[in-house]
């Protein structure tokens, strides 16, 4: 089992830039294949970007050449770092884990984002 919290939400003008990121509490972090995935009001759960452990990573095609996941195996801690946000970013962003063994789930409880002027 593992357990995440998230870090980093804030409020920021269209254009900048935040850095989220989701500790693990587990000693096999390795065994998990991390993502980051939003929620906006009134929206479905959509997927944002996911890494390996060995740093392969996947990204949502509207999040492509703005943001950045990365992992850092020693810390157990996946980061996001989100550029040239637009409004249509806000959401919550929860970190999600998946166990490549038995393909469980794990979820954060999340961190508002708003893009807003």
């Known amino acids: 089992q593992v357990q995440l919290v998230e870090s980093g939400g804030d409020l920021v003008q269209p254009g900048g830039s935040l850095r989220l990121a989701c500790a693990a509490s587990?000693?096999?972090?390795?065994?998990?294949?991390m993502g980051w995935y939003r929620q906006a009001p009134g929206k479905q759960r959509e997927l944002v970007a996911t890494?390996?452990?060995?740093?392969?990573?996947n990204y949502a095609d509207s999040v492509k050449g703005r943001f950045i996941i990365s992992r850092d195996n020693a810390k157990n801690t996946v980061y996001l770092q989100m550029n040239s946000l637009k409004i249509e970013d806000t959401a919550v962003y929860l970190c999600?884990?998946?166990?490549?063994?038995?393909?469980?789930?794990?979820w954060g409880q999340g961190t508002q984002v708003t893009v807003s002027s």
């Open positions: 890494v390996t452990a060995g740093g392969s990573a």
């Open positions: 587990t000693s096999s972090f390795r065994i998990y294949t």
């Open positions: 999600g884990a998946r166990n490549i063994y038995t393909q469980r789930d794990y």
